[in-house]
Nanobody, 124 residues
Framework: QVQLVESGGGSVQAGGSLTLSCAAS????????MGWFRQAPGKEREFVAG????????NYVDSVKGRFTISRDNAKNTVSLQMSSLKPEDTAVYYC?????????????????WGQGTQVTVSS
């Protein structure tokens, strides 16, 4: 049974930083790309960042480029999202997801497994 468990969410003021972590179990973690998505109230879930199977390639939505960094540790089966210079518009529930593919994909439907989500709230 595949499990993804996120941690590290919370409330911060604009300009602050948070690091989200996701611990994976139940499948060969290193075979698959990983992604972070977010969903704000009343909005669709959107791709935030992705990393390929060995961590050599990353991709970000334009709105977070230069502020967020995704990384993975295949020895520990974890993926992280370092977020800095946070803005109120970053407020959302953030989800960790494990892809069906080894390459990065921004398509929600190509992610086979999802975590429960962790709330990030950025106040102005």
């Amino acid at each position: 049974q595949v499990q993804l468990v996120e941690s590290g969410g919370g409330s911060v003021q604009a300009g602050g930083s948070l690091t989200l972590s996701c611990a994976a179990s139940g499948r060969t973690f290193s075979n698959y790309a990983m992604g972070w998505f977010r969903q704000a109230p009343g909005k669709e879930r959107e791709f935030v960042a992705g990393i390929n199977w060995f961590g050599g390639l990353t991709n970000y939505v334009d709105s977070v480029k230069g502020r967020f960094t995704i990384s993975r540790d295949n020895a520990k089966n974890t993926v992280s999202l370092q977020m800095s210079s946070l803005k109120p518009e970053d407020t959302a529930v953030y989800y960790c997801a494990s892809s069906s593919l080894g390459r990065i994909t921004t398509t929600t439907g190509e992610y086979a497994y999802w975590g429960q989500g962790t709330q990030v709230t950025v106040s102005s």
